[in-house]
């Protein structure tokens, strides 16, 4: 089992900056990749960014390229999610997320961290 714990979100201007954290722990050593997803409120929740545990490749959904910056630190178990330039429509709650090796889905996820952007 692998429990993620996000931290950082808050109220910010439209153009400010805030960045995210999610801490993994116990059975980190079974982490293959790990991502970032938001849900607004009466939309579906949508990928944002992801990031390999090892190799540390990254891929990031269209609408957040080139503002958000998925980074880890495998020594403090834990995956930052940098937003930048944020906009109104970044408004939403954010979830980590962990799959596992040899999984084909996300299949830990942490409880989520509202971020609302004011405009």
């Known amino acids: 089992q692998v429990h993620l714990v996000e931290s950082g979100g808050g109220l910010m201007e439209a153009g400010g900056s805030l960045r995210l954290s999610c801490a993994a722990s116990?059975?980190?050593?079974?982490?293959?990749?790990m991502g970032w997803f938001r849900q607004a409120p009466g939309k579906e929740r949508e990928f944002v960014a992801t990031?390999?545990?090892?190799?540390?490749?990254?891929f990031y959904a269209d609408s957040v390229k080139g503002r958000f910056t998925i980074s880890r630190d495998n020594a403090k178990n834990t995956v930052y999610l940098q937003m930048n330039s944020l906009k109104s429509e970044d408004t939403a709650a954010y979830y980590c997320?962990?799959?596992?090796?040899?999984?084909?889905?996300?299949?830990?996820w942490g409880q989520g961290t509202q971020v609302t952007v004011s405009s």
């Open positions: 997320a962990a799959k596992g090796r040899g999984s084909l889905e996300y299949n830990y």
């Open positions: 116990g059975r980190t050593w079974s982490i293959y990749a």
């Open positions: 990031i390999g545990w090892s190799g540390g490749s990254t």
